[in-house]
């Protein structure tokens, strides 16, 4: 099963790409943390990635391209992944295709901009871990520090809200006609593609996933 979960930023595709990893056991593949990770480790290019990633512009698709590529070859992750963040262009949906990597599901998690933000100015992240959180909606259990390590959680530079607002943009310019791009895969009959409502509870978004993967395995 290769799934790929879009949404804008904040919508939840971390928490539940990291659901539908442990419950199907399928690995995932979340850019973002990919990328932190980059940053973190000073590996290849880490100043320009940091640079936009602050910014809350995105990487350049040669860049992410070549990362996300590097490592479905490396793992060998071909038959069965679920990708969180990327494709974030349509450039980079149609390469990931020509590549050969073939996505049965799309999952979109949609969510209004005022929730977004919301969600967004709330986060609380483990950096080493990617473990996020959400002041009001998914609090650690002692305010502040994560729950497995007692370590600080910290709010990241992108997550600042006029960050937040250039992300939301982002997330139309370039995301949207992904969206579009597969929703018409589907009416070809290549994929599956469905939409939930990212503003329901996350227990209730796990059952409609549950419901949606079965229904395609
Ligand atoms: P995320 O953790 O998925 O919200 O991603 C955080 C940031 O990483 C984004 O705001 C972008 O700067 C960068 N990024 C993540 N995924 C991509 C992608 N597919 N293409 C380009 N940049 C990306």
């Given at each position: 099963m290769r799934i790929v979960l879009l949404g804008p930023p904040g919508s939840g595709k971390g928490t539940q790409s990291e659901f539908l990893a442990n419950r199907y056991n399928i690995p995932q593949i979340s850019i973002g943390k990919i990328l932190r990770n980059i940053i973190q480790k000073k590996l290849y290019f880490s100043t320009s990635i940091k640079k936009f990633m602050e910014s809350g512009e995105l990487v350049p698709d040669h860049l992410v391209i070549d990362i996300i590529n590097n490592y479905i070859c490396q793992y060998n992750y071909y038959e069965k992944f679920v990708l969180d963040?990327?494709?974030?262009t349509l450039y980079q949906a149609l390469t990931m295709k020509n590549k050969g990597i073939i996505v049965d599901v799309v999952v979109e998690l949609v969510l209004s901009d005022a929730s977004v933000i919301e969600r967004i100015v709330g986060r609380r992240t483990h950096i080493s871990s990617g473990r996020i959180y959400h002041i009001k909606f998914n609090p650690p259990?002692?305010?502040?520090?994560?729950?497995?390590?007692g370590e600080k959680l910290i709010i990241r530079e992108d997550d600042q809200e006029d960050i937040a607002f250039k992300r939301l943009e982002s997330y139309r310019k370039n995301t949207l006609p992904v969206i579009k791009y597969y929703s018409q895969e589907a009416q070809a009959g290549n994929l599956h593609y469905f939409s939930i409502n990212g503003g329901c509870k996350i227990s209730d978004i796990h059952r409609k996933l549950i419901k949606i993967i079965d229904a395609c395995n």
């Open positions: 963040g990327f494709p974030r259990k002692d305010d502040n520090y994560d729950d497995y390590t």
